[in-house]
């Protein structure tokens, strides 16, 4: 197994040469595995999907800690922490977050501008920057050098704001994020607009963007990294649900003629 400066050190690797990459998301140790056995070159977890795997629409930061855990110590490949909020509104208490992400195995993690709360989805502009200079300070005093996210969520809570989400993403990049991110952009052409708004690498999530973008349009528009957020757990789930109501509706089972391999399987746990 490669050290954990070395995952980092190849993380970073990732992001300095020339185009695009993918970085799927698995939402436990198996799915790690199956990913890597496909050659992906790094994995980044989901809150999303660890949620559904437990039933709850939200998950603690001590359970996504421990689900990173068990991705990190599932494969050789590095491995970036969706940390959601990073579980507190204050920056200092956020911030340490980044060291148990790396105690966890993680190379990488992000810390958001969403506050988890309905009623304010958004922290005002200047407790998110400081929320993010903390972040950063936190992850500078690790042994290795670990990749910090910065995420601008205004278009996955109804604020259609453009302006501000650049602001934002320029502001975490003046505070020293490594990677900016915006979940919710849909079309090429914004998109474009705002990766050009920014020098740092960009991390497009494919949950919410157009379906039919594909890697040589995204490259070609300066996005760095790719992403599926819980796109893939849902779509499992979208499987699953099929299954159930063809047992349920009409007492049928011709789902087990497209079930996994299970040599591929089995291959890929070792």
Known sequence: MRSQMEKA??????????????????????????????????????SLGLANTLGSRTVSLDAIIENCRAIAEAT???????????????PNT???AMARAAEAGAVGGSIEDSTRDPRKPIYDFALAVER?????????????????????????HDRKDLDDTIKRLQAFE??????????????????RTVVS??????????????????????????VKRISV???????????????????KERGAFTFVREMAPIGEVRAAFG
């Open 9 to 46: 050190e190849a993380f970073r690797a990732l992001h300095a040469r020339p185009g695009a990459f993918i970085i799927p998301n698995p939402w436990d140790a198996g799915t790690a595995k199956l990913l890597a056995a496909m050659g992906f070159e790094a994995l980044a977890t989901t």
């Open 132 to 156: 993010v200079q903390a972040a950063v300070e936190a992850a500078r005093k690790l042994p290795f050098p670990f990749t910090l996210t910065a995420r601008a969520e205004n278009f996955l």
């Open 174 to 191: 003046a505070a020293g994020a490594d990677v900016l991110y915006s979940p919710g952009l849909y079309d090429l052409e914004t998109i």
């Open 197 to 222: 708004s920014v020098g740092k690498p960009f991390n497009l999530v494919m949950g919410f963007a157009d379906p039919t973008l594909t890697v040589p349009q995204l490259s070609d528009a300066g």
């Open 94 to 96: 956020a911030a340490k």
């Open 229 to 247: 957020g819980g796109a893939m757990e849902r779509y499992a789930l979208a499987a699953f649900l099929k299954c159930a109501r063809e047992m």
């Open 76 to 90: 050789d490949l590095p491995v970036s922490a969706d940390l959601e909020n990073c579980g507190a509104d204050d």
